[in-house]
């Protein structure tokens, strides 16, 4: 007998939507990000300054697998370790595209992208609005924190950290939901992947275990075992990199309150808002603080929790940096800006329910903060834009320099302060595969120092070696201008009487310009340092008062303190200084040594410096002592 064949299983087919309705989806998820190209787009034709040039020089550092791993995993920067956002970013775009800034902006921009959407499902989610999530990602695009992360590269970190923090609590709510393993697995990858974007990551764990405990408290074991990543984090970055006693990274925690109310202001009124502005940037700060804390403490007093927690997330993320009293940036704003967007969406959203009155009062204010800080991102925009071109134009110029004069140094004349701070600073050349290049005598009367980031005067050439160059016709001088204007012959006219030939108080061991300065003993100069041999003799500018000091900084070899601490003899003008021991400390040294009372005064000092034992290495025959490197009186 057959059995009928059982009747197919039908499945309801959900109706297509209309061609009207799925171009409308499509405008609301691509309208933050539209606006953010609008605001933003002169970023893309921007070229690279300040640290990127120092990125950008890890690439010549690279010749082999191990060279690799430590340009990728060593702490850098202050002790940072970012190998994705900073040490990938800047090794592997050069490698596919060549040294071009398009694919540095393309990669920021679409991460930006990425994030506006994350952020537009992450409130629409919670809240159950598609207007409040519209909101949320206007809101944020426009907040003139996200200024210098979208046209500066090295702040990239930012963004990258920004798109993990979001992703990993995107997937939190996600499996607060669903319980589905698949989205708390995905919440720890991203989790675990954003320390290698940014080291404020460590506190996602903070951000996710106050919502659930608001609002999912039952599955709040799920979450706090993503406190021990950060707790083992922070204790390496702590060990291995710890927080100097001084300088702008001290910590300073009696001045947290003050350090947050600044962090608050600039979320609210734009660092960048022009001074002549401040009458009506003191109103409309006031005016949206008073709205957001205002509608935060109404909310609490109902029982809704979502305010208060997007408040707790501006703080909480903010936290690690609040003791930095010193190094108030505004670029640290992207990620706690978000948590200030999504309230200020939420509170938009949550007025169109209420009586008239209340309405026009948000829509006004609204208004104002959306024309006020999009007037500043476009302006700030342009300043940034416009300082790197400046950059790029004199970076070229001195390239093409270079190959119209092979062999010789570039000193270069009439740089300002804006120019040398952004530019010059970061050893902008170095990163092309170019070094020798100075500043002319004089110069650092002309820009304003910056404490505690090093002096100017290291990157001018000294009266006395500038004056042995132009007479050896070792040099060539420009003009920083538009274009770079060659005026060698008439700056050797004038130099020839103005220039002293008194030996400098700082002596780079590794310039051609300084040799003459050294004695026969030094091997002949390698990539920007000298190796001596067990013992070598230089000329150096004497100190003007006993309290200053000779400093030697130079590059140690692990073989040289492999058989133990190696001792260094210093004399100066054949007084014998204290001894001192080199040990095992990372890859360079430092020294200092008291210098004798009768040397004070005195134009020339020559110092002798010997190492108690030499090395041989494969099949080089010198035997070699130190590699300088800088010796300074100071």
Known sequence: MNTPAAAPRLVPVPPRPSPVMAIAGAAYWLAAPFFCFVLYHGAMRS?????????????????????????????MAQGSFRPLSERALFLGLPWLFGVSRIPFHLCVFLTQCANLTLITAIIRRITGSPAAGFWAGMLWIVNSGLVVPMIWISAYNQVLCAFFVLGAFWFLLRYLETGRTRDYVWQWVLFLAGFGALEINAVYPALAALYTFLFARRRLGAVLPMFIPSAVFIWLHATLAPLPATGAYAVHFDSMPGTLLMYWRWALISSFFPLSYIRFATPLLALLSVALVGFTIIRTWRRDWLPVFWLSWFVIVLLPYLPLRDHIMDYFLPLPTAGIAMLGAYAVVHACSRPLPRQIAVAVLLTLYVLASGAVDLGAT??????????????MATLRARQLHPGKT????????QLFWAGVFHHPFRAFGVSDVYLTPGSENYIEPHPGTGPVSDFVLPSGPALH???NDQVVVYRVGFPLKAITTAYDEAGIDKLSPAPPRRIDA?????AYLLGPEW??????HRWMPKRATLRIGGPRSLSEKLYLKGFLAPVQVAQGALPVRVTVDGVALPEQMLRPAGTWFQLEFPLPSQAVGKEELEIAVEVGRTFLVGADTRPLGLNFGIFEIR
């Open 523 to 528: 091997y002949d100069r390698e990539e920007g």
């Open 469 to 471: 160059a132009i007479k």
């Open 47 to 75: 070229w690279f300054q300040a640290d990127d040039f120092a990125w950008l020089a890890l690439r010549l550092e690279v010749h082999d697998w191990r060279s690799l791993m430590h340009a990728l995993f060593a702490p």
């Open 410 to 417: 570039i000193l270069l004349d009439g740089v300002g302060k």
């Open 510 to 514: 590794g310039s051609p310009l300084m």
């Open 382 to 395: 342009r300043w940034w834009r416009d300082r790197s071109f400046d950059i790029e134009r004199m970076v």
